[in-house]
């Protein structure tokens, strides 16, 4: 499970459009190196949700090293500056908590995150869902803490070196950031976090 931040990369944009405050279904935005792309405004926020879609051709086993794998942390992001995994850790749940390095103006987020992980024993497929996990690590007063999350793999054998895989997810970034501004680059996410993933699995064993 890998967490969002390609909106802190945006810092500066001159123009701004409207936003549709009634939920609607997935638009489709783009599809870049075999990565399908959406968004979509939900009911309870101007903040939109994403999804991306894509296949790897990867068994389940090696795709599992980088989606679900509580063990895994060196693939994530450069830009968190400190992330420490919450006990208990089990093979269907792990709670972590992280502090991402964000860009001048904007302050560094943090937050706290309860991730589950089920697979279907007749179809293989496999789910992690990653939700805010409060209570747990005391708020900063230099650190803007993220409260509305939720992200969702959802990854399907076709064969036993394709698999069908969907991230979604939302995140309100908190503090100031506008959600205009937000929109504007929060499809980036699904395709920077499966193009990396895409990288690791082309890269071969032991990475």
Known sequence: MRPLSYFFLLVLVLTAGNINLKA??????KEK??????????????????????TFHASMQEIGKYIGNVKNFSWW???????????????????????????????????????????DSLT????VYAKPLPGVVPEYKDIVRIVNYWQKWTLTPI????????????????????SW?????????????MEGIKHKLEEGPGN
């Open 181 to 193: 501004l937000y929109n504007m680059v929060i499809v980036e996410t699904p395709l920077k976090v």
């Open 159 to 178: 064969d036993k070196q394709t698999v069908h895989a969907v991230l979604e997810g939302f995140v309100d970034p908190g503090g100031n950031v506008p």
């Open 24 to 29: 609607q279904s997935w638009n489709y935005i």
């Open 77 to 119: 992001d450069k830009n968190i500056r400190g992330l420490r995994v919450l006990e208990p850790v089990s093979e269907k749940h792990v709670s972590y908590y992280f502090v991402y390095d964000v860009p001048w103006p904007l302050s560094d987020r943090d937050i706290c995150v309860d991730v589950s992980i089920s697979i």
């Open 33 to 54: 190196n075999g990565i399908k792309l959406y968004t979509r405004v939900p009911e309870y926020s101007t903040f939109k949700c994403f999804r991306g879609e894509t």
């Open 124 to 127: 293989g497929a496999k789910v």
